[in-house]
């Protein structure tokens, strides 16, 4: 355990950071499963809508230095790419 005064409040702002980090990364997460549930099943408009919030909390994550701004770039290609697969494959 911490003795000093400074560590003590730099594990008091670790964990309050630590808990609103969570915020972000969480919905990024819930964004792009909704999303990826939606390509599965062929709702494709559904897919778009929740494809866009995941891009828009993706980047707000990486702005935030929650996540890496490439892994935010690694997540969001992917997520695209799966879409762009759905519909190649819905308009055959």
Known sequence: ????????????????????????????RTYIKKARMYIEAGQLEEAQEQANLAYKTLDKAAGRHVIHPRNAARR?????AALAAAREQANQ
């Open 76 to 80: 969001k290609g992917r997520l695209m």
């Open 1 to 28: 355990m911490a003795n000093i005064q400074s560590a003590k409040k730099r594990i008091r702002q670790n964990k309050k950071r630590a808990e609103h980090n969570r915020i972000y990364r969480s919905s990024a």
